[in-house]
């Protein structure tokens, strides 16, 4: 299959891509900073990707950033980030991509544990990542041609633990987040939420 997969630079899209290649996937790798570029807050630049790019079986969204910090220090601005950037964005490939891809095809973008599992902090992204799973949920019943539409919730992951300097013995290794994904893809799923951790 021809899968293209939004945010292939970050450390799950990374991971994702690359599990899908392993797979016999041709895999179209797309981010802000890839030769195939897109910005997911910037539907244009989604339509774009999609003009140029054909015979899609597949789009997978690693896409998105929410605010983080304690509720009273949100602000308007870290609000607006988080709906435009991983709400939005990831809605906006859906509501994009479920008209390029063939009859048959899926499309999952990414929520996260905070959705059900919220801690200090999360006020945002929990707000997002729950809105994300809803949206599936209800997009999942209107998609037509055989078109799946899947969202995948990761836990913690090991390397962004690392990287924040945090205990990473609670995570998951991004390669074994990717196997959810994987299942999206080649899976008769639709409208469901998959959780990662499910899949290791």
């Not at 630079?9 to 899908?20: D, F, Q, S, Y």
């Not at 969204?61 to 709400?87: H, I, M, Q, V």
């Not at 991509?97 to 929990?126: E, H, Y």
Request: charged share 25%; aromatic share 4%; with cysteine.
């Amino acid at each position: 299959m021809k899968v293209v997969v939004i945010g292939a630079t970050g450390t799950i899209g990374k991971a994702v891509a690359e599990a899908l290649a392993k797979r016999g996937h041709e895999v179209i790798r797309a981010s802000r900073k890839s030769a195939v570029r897109v910005d997911i807050e910037n539907t244009a630049t989604v339509k774009a990707l999609f003009e140029g790019t054909k015979d899609i079986d597949a789009v997978v969204s690693c896409a998105g950033g929410a605010g983080w910090g304690p509720l009273e220090n949100l602000t308007d601005d870290d609000f607006a980030l988080s709906l435009r950037y991983k709400l939005m964005g990831q809605v906006n490939v859906v509501r994009v991509a479920k008209d390029q891809v063939k009859n048959g095809g899926s499309i999952t973008v990414t929520s996260g544990i905070l959705a059900i599992k919220p801690m200090q902090g999360s006020a945002a992204v929990s707000l997002v990542n729950a809105g994300l799973e809803g949206f599936v949920r209800a997009a999942g019943l209107e998609m037509k041609r055989g078109v799946r539409v899947n969202v995948v919730s990761p836990p913690w992951v090991k390397e962004t633990l690392r990287s924040m300097k945090m205990d990473e013995s609670h995570g998951l290794a991004a390669a074994d987040v990717a196997k959810a994904y994987v299942e999206a893809v080649e899976g008769h799923n639709n409208g469901v939420v998959l959780e990662a951790s499910r899949f290791v």
